[in-house]
Nanobody, 124 residues
Framework: QVRMVESGGGLVQAGGSLRLSCVASSGSFNRYYMGWFRQTPGKEREFVAAVDGSGDNTDYADSVKGRFTISRNDAKNTVYMQMSGLRPEDADVYYC?????????????????WGQGTHVTVSS
């Protein structure tokens, strides 16, 4: 069992920045794929970004490319997502997830453990 805890959400004006963090309770963190997803109530959860176990390979949804950056610090069992140029449509509940292995990092069903989510609100 891996427990994931997100933090860093909040209220920000359009154009502003936030950094989300997710701490995983696992000693083998550096072997796992890490992803961020987001969800608006009543809608499907959508992929935002992912990073592989090495930290060298990342994937992003087209809607966030160039604005969001995912990174990891294995010494702290933490994955980050730096969000810049935030838009009202980025407002959502953001979830981090971990996968022991996946060939499809944008597919939520391939992830094994999820956090409870952190809220991001963007005012226009």
């Amino acid at each position: 069992q891996v427990r994931m805890v997100e933090s860093g959400g909040g209220l920000v004006q359009a154009g502003g920045s936030l950094r989300l963090s997710c701490v995983a309770s696992s000693g083998s963190f550096n072997r796992y794929y890490m992803g961020w997803f987001r969800q608006t109530p009543g809608k499907e959860r959508e992929f935002v970004a992912a990073v592989d176990g090495s930290g060298d390979n990342t994937d992003y949804a087209d809607s966030v490319k160039g604005r969001f950056t995912i990174s990891r610090n294995d010494a702290k069992n933490t994955v980050y997502m730096q969000m810049s140029g935030l838009r009202p449509e980025d407002a959502d509940v953001y979830y981090c997830a971990t996968a022991f292995a996946t060939l499809y990092p944008s597919v939520q069903s391939t992830y094994d453990y999820w956090g409870q989510g952190t809220h991001v609100t963007v005012s226009s």
